[in-house]
């Protein structure tokens, strides 16, 4: 008889997750350790790492968190985090592209420097980080097992929603077109690619707009099923792409958006602040 938690476990998985001190990254740490996973959470604060770890590991998860400082905003910080995961142990289960930034500004003064700096963490950053680790990654793979690869895209990255992110979403629609090629490429090392469509969640990108309660309903007012994602729309997903459940799916772009993708609103953000 099958065995339903089973199924959907992470127990004893290795996962690293980018971006994971705040937001949707840590709500996917939180998830994996929710799962039994032996997570790292890295971001360019390390003492904020830590203090995440901390609290998740507070909350008396099966799984553990640790966290440590790591950038993906260059070539040199990309290798010196790769070789601190190589140090760590000699496989990896699971990684998370969830690290990303934004920058917003009107069409006619959209800075050229902010193509330059946002694409060099949202895609070039992803892309050179699991060059680098995929060893790790296909030491821990097998056919029925593989490990597994998710990047966080966006929902502003599947429907022509900019708001004056032009560099964030055309980084996100490149995320999730390289999704769909590494998930060709590494197919043969038995490792699948996936990418998350989040609409609008709670975090440090979008606080301008969902940091109050108020500002929060406002915007999942423009959201079809009514309201923004909470922490276990994320966990659902993931653990559904990292575990068993998921090892059959690769090249997948899943949508959480609450039904944005399928009825995109015009404006998101722009219509729900006070005036």
Known sequence: M????????????????????SGIGRMIAEALAMGGADVAIVSRKADRCAAVADEINALGHPGRVTGFGGD?????????????????????D???????????????????????????VNVAGAFTLTRELTPLLAA??????PARIVNIGSVMGTVPVTEGAYSYTMSKAAMHHMTRVLAGELAARHI???ALAPGPFASRMTAFATGTED???????NVPLGRIGQA????????????RAGAYVSGAILPLDGGMSAQAPIDLFANTLEP
């Open 2 to 21: 099958r065995d339903l938690t089973k199924l959907f476990s992470v127990a004893g998985k290795r996962a690293l997750v980018t971006g994971g001190s």
């Open 215 to 221: 500002g929060a309903a406002r915007v999942g007012r």
């Open 192 to 194: 699948t690619c996936n």
């Open 94 to 120: 699971i990684l998370v592209n969830n690290a990303g930034i934004s920058w917003g500004a009107p069409y006619e003064s959209f800075p050229h420097a902010q193509w330059e700096r946002v694409l060099a």
């Open 72 to 92: 993906v905003g260059s070539e040199a910080a990309i290798l010196a985090l790769a070789e601190r995961v190589r140090a760590g142990g000699a496989r990896l």
């Open 232 to 243: 276990d729309d994320l966990a659902g997903a993931v653990l559904y792409l990292c575990s």
């Open 140 to 145: 821990a793979a097998s056919p029925g097992d």
